[in-house]
């Protein structure tokens, strides 16, 4: 099997990065459909198309109505056609930014991502969430390329809700854990492939990144500033997790954390914060050195993720709910498969309970 590696075309990061981007996307379109929701076109709109207006940049804003679902991606398809733009950006959180992906791919044109915040590592990756009108899962789009740049705004990103900024930093938490696992089995990544040694050192570098920087990037988002702390957990969040990911492979820690979407008292928690609970139960399902288990912990208590099921939200008939989480972690097609061992819903409540035993005596210390 080939070894694969893709990222987008270009990132940008900085303060005001959404306001200096015109110079590169110049290059990429002379007319850009821009979508954002009512809060976020407040927020950053003005700044993006001012930004590309300095530049002799044409554009059109539409309102994006909050659902990206095939029917809202028809919607705008039709008025951008209308307006003859030739590009398109998306600016805000993931449901906006997957649309003006799809939008791209349907209609052949080049795409810019401006996320408003950093809670994921989905801003680069060539994939997009389809939900019903009704805001219910449908599919997957999967794209033959990844976003055509990625524009980090840190300005604007250290004034968004620190519990996001704390929240990518769980779901980058995963990506050298998971990474590593599918290098071992030499299994196939969401790129197509093996993993390369390149997007497996990018996978490290976010973890250690996080180590170093995690705790000192938060105190900056708390006081909504930029440090070079803060700068640096941006990165990883989004493009050392992104690239680590989408090129090495997911494996126990996400698929555990879809495993607890199906309890109705998990709901309530991002995806990141779900993920760092994932990643302490990969841990224990490998058998990974205590030491190395203690590091997660810290890290975990120090910049505010979960690290028991208390703090996940259960806390009752515990053993039935974890079965039942257990065996949708162990679905058909799951990447929990993608590790390097045979996995069994039974191991995975055993390890789910044992991390849950170890974050209580670490709390408790």
């Known amino acids: 099997m080939l070894k ?4 987008p075309a270009k ?13 590169y996307a110049k290059n990429l379109a002379e007319n850009f459909f821009v979508i954002a929701d009512d809060f976020v076109m407040k927020l950053a709109g003005e700044k993006v198309l001012n930004g590309l207006h300095e530049h002799d940049i044409a554009s059109h804003a539409e309102r994006f109505n909050g659902e990206c679902s ?3 991606i028809k919607r705008l398809m039709a008025i951008l056609e209308q307006k003859g733009c030739r590009g398109v950006i998306g600016i805000g959180g993931g449901k906006t930014l997957d649309t003006a992906k799809a939008i791209g791919y349907y209609q052949n044109l080049p795409v810019v991502v401006v996320p408003t915040i950093a809670s994921t590592d989905a801003p680069t990756s060539a994939l997009s969430v389809i939900y019903t009108e009704a805001g219910e899962f449908e599919e997957y789009l999967i794209y033959p390329k990844n976003p055509d740049m990625v524009v980090m705004d840190t300005a604007i990103i250290a004034r968004a809700p620190v519990r996001l900024l704390v929240a ?31 997007a497996l050192s990018l996978a490290r570098l976010c973890y250690d990144t996080l180590l170093a920087e995690g705790e000192k990037a938060r105190l900056a988002a708390e006081a909504g500033v930029v440090t070079d702390a803060l700068e640096r957990i941006v990165e990883a969040n989004t493009y050392l997790s992104g690239i680590g990911f ?12 879809n495993g607890f979407t199906i309890l109705e008292e998990c709901h309530h928690l991002y995806h990141g914060e779900k ?25 975990c208590e120090n910049v505010g993720l979960p690290v028991t099921l208390a703090q996940m939200g259960v806390t009752e008939d515990i053993a039935q709910k974890i079965q039942a989480v257990a065996q949708a972690t162990c679905a058909e097609g799951e990447t929990i498969h993608n590790m390097p061992f045979p996995v069994t819903a039974q191991s995975v409540y055993a390890a789910v309970l044992t ?3 170890l974050g209580q005596r670490w709390l408790a210390r």
């Not at 989408?246 to 954390?257: K, M, P, R, T, Y």
């Open 275 to 299: 993920v760092a609970f994932g990643t302490l139960a990969q841990l224990v399902l490998q058998n990974s050195p205590l030491e190395e288990i203690e590091t997660v912990l810290a890290f």
């Open 355 to 357: 991390a849950d035993r």
């Open 246 to 257: 989408e090129s090495s492979g997911l494996a126990a820690a996400h698929a555990i954390h």
């Open 168 to 198: 990518g930093m769980g779901d980058a938490l995963s990506t050298w854990f998971e990474a590593k696992a599918c290098y071992d089995a030499r299994a196939t990544s969401m790129a197509g492939g093996q993993s390369t040694a390149a």
């Open 11 to 23: 990132y940008l990061q900085g303060p005001d990065a959404s306001a200096l981007f015109g110079q």
């Open 4 to 7: 694969v590696i893709q990222s």
């Open 70 to 72: 095939h029917v809202e």
